[in-house]
């Protein structure tokens, strides 16, 4: 009998270490899970990976399996070139690791490493919306707004890692200041985190929703749906923190293109679950705002590789 | 005798039609010029371009040398994918033209086609600020701002030739209205235009230079390197102004290596004339902005590959 070819993805989480066997196709076949428990240092999480990657050697034997792969997403600046990880606070990694020489020494393994939302633009490439783009671009919109890039039908994140930082990116004077420190980062304007401070902060300033009073969403229990809401329901203070995300969402995009100039842009992450009322409000400020008229546009879509997409991702970094 | 490799590079202007020889390490071997005329149509220039080979085929021939590729820089939107120039306002082109069919058809070549921009950035690549680079950038500082991109060890230009139209990002609400239409491009803080322009309208709302008055320039007659040298004589005026050009040109430079993270930025054009003074501004600036202080800082770097760096450049497009 002929083996199947697997990889092994791992979803480097702040809470988990997710795993999983994934096959050519890059269909999740088996997944293994341990906490992180990045506290107690990063020894102790380099173990953890290991006997996660061991239990899904082992799954993967019993499946007549070879391992041609093991791929890791990082929630931090992972350098997939040198194998290192510059930086990773919510693991607690404030100095560079070698993450694939120590995961080399402890399992025998050369391990491919990205950004996590590197790996989710991948698992896009492979799965989901951006299949078969030549170049294409997630930018994942939840409590941070990350990024992943597809460059000649490569993922790509730069020379350091620093490529997926697109939250980062200034697009205006700023409102308030960012976890960076910076004023004006993307991620202060497009992130669920800032429908929910700009709204804190209209409302701190005197103004008023009545959707809000009408639902009883009270200031500090407000999420980043209920302005969604409000603002398919036309409520006008929900509508102009929509649009202030619309409009620097809109700058984003537009210095991404002019960059990047993929053929599609995905969106994702939990803001990108108001859909098609995003797709259009984006596509009309787009639209004003469009100067290379002869040039093709690049469309816009909701991200589709699910929940798997870390692990899927993950495992689809070693299938060049 | 063994036939010499050689490459024809023609860098396509508004002015002239400026075609070379150059051999395998970068070197231009022989130069031959016809004026554009765009006025004359695009089958005119054409044509014109079918000369311009024809001669140097000839040069060629006369050397022993064997042409291996032909490679044309265009001011505008070309896509090396396709072979369509999708827009080339310099050249009058307002809609799509299939130059590499078109001179296929000519010439019996298939010729390579890049921005001009993004074929300066491979003539720095090759032999210039950007050799041995793994992502690189050249930003310049022209009439306009343009780029060029080498990414994994090539040229870039995006899936539409538009990733080379950095001078375009939005980095500020704006002092004037950028040829593009839009407010706020970083073209209309960083170019040599701009630092006319951003002087002009502080002249007509009262400031005053004492630099520009000891020197008698006028505010009509002002040019960049007056205000560059007046900056670096220390006149509040233009050291405002210079500081106006370096804040936004951070901001352009942070959102550039947010997407690219290179490992160089090369800066290039007139501007970058203002030398280790413009650099060292900037690096001061982008010190205070910077966020991953783990990972390695990219190096900034004065262009190097000459007048000629839109022949060479262009002929070595088709060196992969």
Redesign the interface.
Known sequence: MEANHMYIGIDLGGTNIAGGLVDDSGTLLFNYSMPTEAAKGYQHVLEGIANVMATLKQEATNRQGVILGVGIGVPG?ADD?SGVV??CVNLLW???VTLRADLKELTGYDVHIGNDASVAAVAEFRVGALRQV??GVLVTLGTGVG?G?I??G?P????????S??G??????GEYRCN???MGCLETYASATALIKLSQMALQSGEVSEYFIEKGIESERIEAKDVIEGAKANDPFCLRIFNTMVTHLT?GL??????????IVVLGGGVSKAGHFLIEALEIALEK?R??????K?EIKIAEAGNDAGIIGAAMLCKN
């Open positions: 600046l070139f510059y930086e404030k100095s560079p030549r170049n990024g890039l460059v000649n490569q790509f994140s730069g020379s350091h890692g620093v490529g930082e697109i980062h990116m200034v697009v205006a004077p960076c420190g910076r700058i537009i210095n991404l293109v002019t960059v990047i100039d993929p053929e705002e100067i290379f008229r002869a040039a093709p690049f």
